[in-house]
């Protein structure tokens, strides 16, 4: 019996398809949308070990002699009238441009680090394909220095910005830094320029780049334990290229997202995107699950190229990218991306984030020898769900319990069977009133105390007896 258990499962599950329907000509409303597809959308981490060494630094005092000589012009002409105007003049542009002031020295200083970036993939297939950006899985060496030297040599650059404020001396240069540039300004852009000059100058001398992807509510401390080995099996550029990966990860049975057509969409049109924004975490030990949000087409722009990306108002923040973006219908026609941001400020522009249409994906499906399908225990899913929100709980009982049978790991399907059962439970304790029963959706009124008993395939039901005259 164990052995035919899941054939006729499956099987039990497939008929419960037909005879419920799945396919969808209608909007979901946005919680559906999440609900539905909050199983097919990971989360993911890229983890690099790395060796890595950078080189000590002195000033270029040529080019700090010929920038006095610029800067005693301007003060012969009037523009400058201080020596406090000099001076900060001085330390913007040393620090605006440290690849032309830093000198490297042959003294290096040898560092290992473990760095991880995270961000969100959508499933295409039950045996595991999945689609994330390029950026989020990259292990090119430039992006690698890049992120060792925002993050891992970070102590090394507030050493040596706090060593160039105290060597100012006295109060009257750290007081014209205050008054005409602003000490926050200074230190953003001493940290700045030192994570510019360890980037270009760092030599990686090891580095090990692992990946892993995780479904359901997951604590990001936790993905690498909980997640499953993924492998790049198709990858493009991060953006302005085509910022697409193919990753596969061995599983079977699992919950996909349906891929829709991005040539429909319009300005106006509305969309939804849903991942694992790192906004969203207060503490990194904390389980979360992607979280949704909404907006509108802004417009399908044209990328240098030639290819199309489309724009939206629709909030995003780093640990989206990658994530599925779906029209009204539930369908995921593009990946969240990145956003733009102000060079002059840092910050993020509100209203200007983009998405790489599912057409590009497309072809790094394609690529990969990808073919995507949504997986039976998906569909079988969403119309539990369904069942769930019709009030159904039978219905909606009987196919979590086939999706739990077939994958028990299926995420949220246990808190469904759970939420499930008690609504079942509920309606029990309050369905029998004085005067009546019900069984199978029949409300029988109970005439007198003498009764025979009827049974019906859905349950029993009293029915009064009959007195001849």
Same mark, same amino acid.
Not at 17 to 33: D, E, N, V
Not at 190 to 212: G, N, P, R, V
Not at 349 to 367: K, M
């Given at each position: 019996?164990?052995?035919?258990?899941?054939?006729?499962?499956?099987?039990?599950?497939?008929?419960?398809?037909?005879?419920?329907?799945?396919?969808?000509?209608?909007?979901?409303?946005?919680?559906?949308?999440?609900?539905?597809?909050?199983?097919?959308?990971?989360?993911?981490?890229?983890?690099?070990?790395?060796?890595?060494?950078?080189?000590?630094?002195?000033?270029?005092?040529?080019?700090?002699?010929?920038?006095?000589?610029?800067?005693?012009?301007?003060?012969?002409?009037?523009?400058?009238?201080?020596?406090?105007?000099?001076?900060?003049?001085?330390?913007?542009?040393?620090?605006?441009?440290?690849?032309?002031?830093?000198?490297?020295?042959?003294?290096?200083?040898?560092?290992?680090?473990?760095?991880?970036?995270?961000?969100?993939?959508?499933?295409?297939?039950?045996?595991?394909?999945?689609?994330?950006?390029?950026?989020?899985?990259?292990?090119?060496?430039?992006?690698?220095?890049?992120?060792?030297?925002?993050?891992?040599?970070?102590?090394?650059?507030?050493s040596s910005c706090q060593s160039l404020w105290n060597d100012l001396g006295g109060g009257y240069y750290q007081e014209a830094i205050g008054a005409l540039m602003g000490t926050q300004e200074f230190v953003q852009l001493c940290l700045q320029a030192h994570a510019e000059y360890f980037a270009h100058y760092m030599s990686l001398d090891a580095l090990d780049t692992k990946i892993y992807a995780a479904?359901?509510?997951?604590?990001?401390?936790?993905?690498?334990?909980?997640?499953?080995?993924?492998?790049?099996?198709?990858?493009?550029?991060?953006?302005? =290229?085509?910022? @697409?990966?193919?990753?596969?990860? &061995? /599983?079977?049975?699992?919950? +996909?997202? #349906?891929?829709? $057509?991005?040539? %429909?969409?319009?300005?106006?049109?509305?969309?939804?995107?849903?991942?694992?924004?790192?906004?969203?975490?207060?503490?990194?030990?904390?389980?979360?699950?992607?979280?949704?949000?909404?907006?509108?087409?802004?417009?399908?722009?044209?990328?240098?190229?030639?290819?199309?990306?489309?724009?939206?108002?629709?909030?995003?923040?780093?640990?989206?990218? =990658?994530?599925? @973006?779906?029209?009204?219908?539930? &369908? /995921?026609?593009?990946?969240? +991306?990145? #956003?733009?941001? $102000?060079?002059? %400020?840092?910050?993020?522009?509100?209203?200007?984030?983009?998405?790489?249409?599912?057409?590009?994906?497309?072809?790094?499906?394609?690529?990969?020898?990808?073919?995507?399908?949504?997986?039976?225990?998906?569909?079988?899913?969403?119309?539990?769900?369904?069942?769930?929100?019709?009030?159904?709980?039978?219905?909606?009982?009987?196919?979590?319990?086939?999706?739990?049978?077939?994958?028990?790991?299926?995420?949220?399907?246990?808190?469904?069977?759970?939420?499930?059962?008690?609504?079942?439970?509920?309606?029990?304790?309050?369905?029998?009133?004085?005067?009546?029963?019900?069984?199978?959706?029949?409300?029988?009124l109970l005439l007198g105390t003498s009764s025979a008993v009827v049974g019906l395939h859905r349950g029993m039901v009293k029915l009064p007896k009959l007195k001849a005259h």
């Amino acid at each position: 019996m164990k052995i035919l258990l899941k054939p006729l499962v499956i099987a039990v599950g497939l008929l419960t398809l037909a005879i419920t329907g799945c396919g969808k000509t209608t909007a979901l409303t946005p919680s559906q949308l999440a609900e539905q597809n909050k199983p097919g959308t990971l989360i993911i981490q890229t983890v690099h070990k790395a060796e890595f060494s950078v080189p000590n630094y002195d000033l270029n005092e040529d080019k700090l002699n010929q920038l006095s000589k610029a800067l005693g012009q301007k003060v012969s002409s009037g523009e400058y009238t201080s020596e406090q105007q000099v001076f900060v003049a001085i330390i913007q542009t040393v620090l605006a441009a440290p690849l032309a002031y830093f000198t490297p020295m042959s003294q290096r200083v040898q560092e290992q680090a473990e760095v991880s970036t995270t961000g969100s993939a959508l499933a295409v297939t039950e045996d595991g394909y999945l689609v994330t950006n390029a950026h989020v899985v990259s292990s090119e060496q430039d992006d690698i220095k890049q992120l060792l030297a925002d993050s891992a040599l970070e102590e090394v650059a507030v050493s040596s910005c706090q060593s160039l404020w105290n060597d100012l001396g006295g109060g009257y240069y750290q007081e014209a830094i205050g008054a005409l540039m602003g000490t926050q300004e200074f230190v953003q852009l001493c940290l700045q320029a030192h994570a510019e000059y360890f980037a270009h100058y760092m030599s990686l001398d090891a580095l090990d780049t692992k990946i892993y992807a995780a479904m359901g509510a997951t604590a990001r401390d936790q993905i690498v334990e909980q997640g499953h080995k993924a492998t790049v099996k198709a990858i493009g550029e991060p953006a302005p =290229g085509k910022d @697409v990966a193919i990753l596969k990860i &061995e /599983a079977t049975h699992m919950p +996909t997202v #349906a891929l829709g $057509d991005d040539q %429909t969409l319009a300005a106006g049109d509305r969309m939804f995107i849903l991942g694992y924004p790192g906004a969203g975490v207060i503490d990194e030990q904390e389980a979360v699950e992607a979280s949704l949000t909404a907006g509108l087409v802004s417009a399908r722009k044209t990328m240098a190229d030639g290819w199309d990306i489309l724009q939206t108002d629709a909030a995003m923040s780093s640990g989206n990218s =990658g994530g599925p @973006v779906f029209n009204e219908d539930g &369908e /995921a026609i593009g990946i969240a +991306t990145f #956003a733009k941001v $102000d060079p002059s %400020t840092g910050s993020q522009v509100q209203g200007a984030n983009f998405v790489v249409p599912i057409s590009v994906v497309n072809e790094f499906l394609t690529q990969a020898n990808v073919e995507p399908a949504p997986s039976g225990i998906s569909q079988l899913y969403q119309t539990a769900v369904s069942q769930f929100e019709r009030g159904q709980f039978k219905r909606a009982l009987a196919s979590f319990r086939q999706v739990s049978e077939l994958n028990p790991s299926y995420p949220y399907v246990q808190s469904y069977l759970s939420k499930t059962q008690a609504a079942i439970n509920k309606d029990v304790e309050g369905a029998v009133s004085p005067g009546s029963i019900v069984a199978g959706g029949i409300v029988v009124l109970l005439l007198g105390t003498s009764s025979a008993v009827v049974g019906l395939h859905r349950g029993m039901v009293k029915l009064p007896k009959l007195k001849a005259h």
